[in-house]
């Protein structure tokens, strides 16, 4: 039953996004095989916003499993974009809810562990459910993946990574940042060729994106979030990129942020997010957004 209702469910929300926004291919009328030269380079306050795969190609498989970073890779995108949190003895898992109810078999595997929190589980446990049958069928047995595992699949498929640290304020997930930095350390993606242009690690935490740049200088890091006035001038200090909905992006504040430049000395950019109610990637350029996740 969970199968077939979840199923369904997302069946509708991917109508949806088709619906608002387009594939790759649609949006610039261009074949697929082209979406990656032609995204590749996003021109800063114009030209075509870089596409960046929400959760993995999520309208083509679970998100943030293996088989949405392939399903981005077949369809040519680059940049793909996931969330991690740490499970209950310290592992790094890339899943996106706080608790495993709706992407995973938990409730059923597990009856007994209400509410099925991410931080209550154990990684041995966690790596026992099935993360891709509520989608389809053909999904069954995905796993939910461990952030060593999606790198190793990043790094095969020669892919980039907008990493979102969740809920790094919480008592259990206090010092994320610096696991995090001491995985992409271990698995060699702070060396120059990555650190500087294939990985973006971001957070809603304002505080927890100045630790990840203090512990990792030379990472690009990127701020969810529409901060205004001093406060935007404040995060360019340590953020490269101020991330909002795409309904927050206005004119004014789209120049505001671009006429300050990052810890890096380049123009701060913009990813916006939550397109789906907007007319994606051609607003997004006509605001002089440099990339949408969708």
Known sequence: MWRRSRRV????????????VPSAAVAFGAEEPAVAAAVAG???????????????ASRDAPENT?????????RGLAWVENDVQRTKDGKLVV?????????????????GRAPWRVRDFTAAEIARLDAGGWFGR???????????????????????????????KDHPYRGIEKQVIGELRAQ??????????????????VSCVKAVHELAPQLRTGILGAPSGAALARCARFADQINPRLSAAG???????????????????IYAWDVGKDTGSRAASL???????V
């Open 138 to 168: 053909r999904f069954a047995g995905e796993r939910v993946p461990t952030l060593a595992t999606y790198l190793h699949r990043l790094e095969h498929n020669g892919q980039r990574l907008l990493l979102e640290i969740k809920s790094p």
């Open 95 to 111: 899943i996106h809810d706080a608790t495993l109810k709706r992407t995973t078999d938990a409730e059923q595997l597990f009856p």
């Open 188 to 205: 060699r993606w702070l060396d120059r060729a990555h650190a500087g242009r294939r990985i973006v690690v971001q957070s809603f935490c």
């Open 287 to 293: 605001r002089g957004i440099e990339g949408i996740i």
């Open 251 to 269: 004119s004014r504040w789209v120049a505001a942020v671009h006429r300050l430049r990052g810890p890096h000395g380049r123009p701060l950019e």
């Open 9 to 20: 469910a997302a069946a509708g929300v991917a109508f949806l996004i088709t619906a608002a």
């Open 66 to 74: 293996l088989a949405a970073v392939d399903a981005a890779h077949r």
């Open 42 to 56: 996003p021109v800063p306050g114009g030209g075509r916003p870089l596409l960046i795969a929400h959760r993995g």
